[in-house]
């Protein structure tokens, strides 16, 4: 409410429940808070009377702002509800995506932060830490996915105020041309060898899934969660459920000698389980094993390790390997399962020894 002073002091400024005058040399601010008269001073200048009036809205603006619901939601509980709502909608291979995402974000800014209290500069903030640890289009998934959150809880009244909407997402030429290799066969099979060939390795299980990755161009999330019921062993495919796959549709592929080898190594060493790679409790085998093993036959090969490359690394090479021995990008894209022509682009890469064979054709050497 706006307070009339009927005093001879000299009134500079009325605003809402704060008052702000002269008196002698003295600019004063009251205003009562809790109950209490609450006063604060500074000398008579120029400068000190538009702090004062500074001070004053800045007091009557928090005054008047509507008080914080009890139940306002932290970052933890807001994705939680979106989950809630939309799991319905989702793929499951987008939900890991999502929780992987959020949580990232969830460990920068805190779990129990109020979401609505998150700055416009705290997601930018975000953006510059977590490109310290992930490929830029990575980060980009991860802000796409905080701002999605946000707006949905923005529409469903769960949030005073979305300054996380504010932020916009741009990345530098350099990180534009920033693109992951792919890894070449003879790298492929000398970390084969490094995890020991097959069914006499305690690494069988991290060996089948780099052979199956290598041979068919699968997403490794895909293979991991490859049951025998997807198999057609006599008709010589495979059957991705659309449920593992990332465009959420079904495709059948066929089955290749390389995968074939992994497959009897697989039903030698775990007959009874349902998965084709089954982790030691019989669950799925884990991302997080396969990476460690990756890792440890990259270092007793001398394999380079290049970041990003990782998983996708053998999806890249299948498809160029396609594309090599058939004359046809499109058809090296096709058999990892995409159905867009641009993407030939990210998975096709130059190969050197592809422009050695350029250099002798130019020249006209055979």
Known sequence: MTRFDLTPKPLLKRI???RVYTEGERVLVKWTQHGRRQYRTWADTTANRAEALAFARGLSDAQQAPARPTDALTVQQLFRRYLEAEAATLRPNTIRLYKDRWRRWELFVGADTIAEDVATETVA??????????????VRAAVRVVKLVYHWGDRMELLQRNRVARYTFKAGKDERTHAP????????ER???ALGGGQQSRKWRAWAVMMLAGAQGERVQAILQLRWADLDLEAGVIRWPKETNKQGRARTQPLTWDAYSALLTSRAKAPDSPYVVPGPDGEPYTYQAFWYHLRAAERATGVTHQPYRAAHGFR?????NVAEGTGDPWL????????DP???KEYLKERADRMLQAADAASGER
Not at 181 to 188: A, F, K, L
Not at 316 to 320: H, K, T, V
Not at 332 to 339: A, F, L, S, Y
């Open 16 to 18: 809402p429940v704060v």
């Open 342 to 344: 641009r993407r030939a």
């Open 181 to 188: 290799t792919e890894y070449r066969r003879d790298e492929w």
């Open 125 to 138: 903030r975000f953006r510059v830490e977590d490109a310290k640890h992930h490929a830029i289009n990575q």
């Open 316 to 320: 890249r090479m299948a498809a160029g």
């Open 332 to 339: 090296g894209v096709q058999w990892i399962g995409d159905t």
């Open 191 to 193: 970390l084969l060898m």
